[in-house]
């Protein structure tokens, strides 16, 4: 009897872990991105750099008054 309920055991094992997954069909969705959303795209990349370049100046000009110096002519 244990033997009989071993087998079967094991070969419910082994069937679960031999069974391979079904493969899925992947739908691919493509966007087109068109010449207008492109420009906006550029555009805020171009807003971005300059709002990091002011902050950049602006932290100079905060460290240039904390430790005295002065870049005037």
Known sequence: MKKIILTLAVIA??????????????????????????????DVEDAMDDAGDAIEDAADDVEDVITGED???
């Open 13 to 42: 094992t082994l069937g679960t872990t031999l069974v391979s997954c079904r493969d899925t069909k992947k739908e691919t969705i493509e966007v087109e991105v068109s010449d207008d959303a492109e420009g906006a795209i550029d």
């Open 71 to 73: 870049d005037t002519n």
